[in-house]
T-cell receptor, first 114, second 117 residues
């Protein structure tokens, strides 16, 4: 079975540009999580969805960040406009919304904002 | 809010030795889950082992086992017969049982484990 798929794997952009990160959930999973990893702050939860509904977006840094689930298997995380401090590795993870709720991570997107 | 503390930024052991990584957490929740994830240089986050807080029996997965002490809020990971492929960052993570199902993970800062040949 395919795991969580993220694209692109690497993104280099200039300050002020719009960046869109994409994530495809594992088939059958109904919970989706976006995390950010930096050296200074470690792994932080940005937002998560259950059954396409955003449940907690308190980790989203500011209004420049937005996340959507246009359908049950796909999500986007958009940064507009991007800033150098947004440089990080962004992970998405998915899980079944029942049982032990183990989250399975995608390979991550390394974002560099110049 | 929950916090997870990993007090060992880095550890180094010889191949085939046993090593224990420590993790403590703070929460007022009574129903939750604990996890250890491994992150090798490829940066992929890989689940190592998981524990439900309501289970008294410690989880084991082959060479990996945990020592879960609920009253002390401690969740250490033991790796037996360590192998070179175990070299990685190890993250301890906490998840409360959400009302509507899954909830987000709170991670510790990680322990960089190096297995020496």
């Amino acid at each position: 079975d395919a795991g969580v798929i993220q694209s692109p794997r690497h993104e280099v952009t200039e300050m002020g540009q719009e960046v869109t990160l994409r994530c495809k959930l594992i088939s059958g999973h109904n919970s989706l999580f976006w995390y950010r990893q930096t050296m200074m702050r470690g792994l932080e939860l940005l937002i998560y969805f259950n059954n396409n509904v955003p449940i907690d977006d308190s980790g989203m840094p500011e209004d420049r960040f937005s996340a959507k689930m246009p359908n049950a298997s796909f999500s986007t995380l958009k940064i507009q406009p991007s800033e150098p401090r947004d440089s990080a590795v962004y992970f998405c993870a998915s899980s079944l919304g029942t049982g032990i709720h183990t989250q399975y991570f995608g390979p991550g997107t390394r974002l560099t904002v110049l | 809010a929950q916090t997870v503390t990993q007090s060992q930024p880095e550890m180094s052991v010889q191949e085939a030795e046993t090593v224990t990584l420590s993790c403590t957490y703070d929460t007022s929740e009574s129903n939750y889950y604990l996890f250890w994830y491994k992150q090798p240089p490829s940066r992929q986050m890989i689940l190592v082992i998981r524990q439900e807080a309501y289970k008294q029996q410690n989880a084991t997965e082959n060479r990996f086992s945990v020592n879960f002490q609920k009253a002390a809020k401690s969740f250490s990971l033991k790796i037996s017969d360590s192998q070179l492929g175990d070299t990685a960052m190890y993250f301890c993570a906490f998840m409360k049982h959400g009302r509507g199902g899954a909830d987000g993970l709170t991670f510790g800062k990680g322990t960089h484990l190096i297995i020496q040949p």
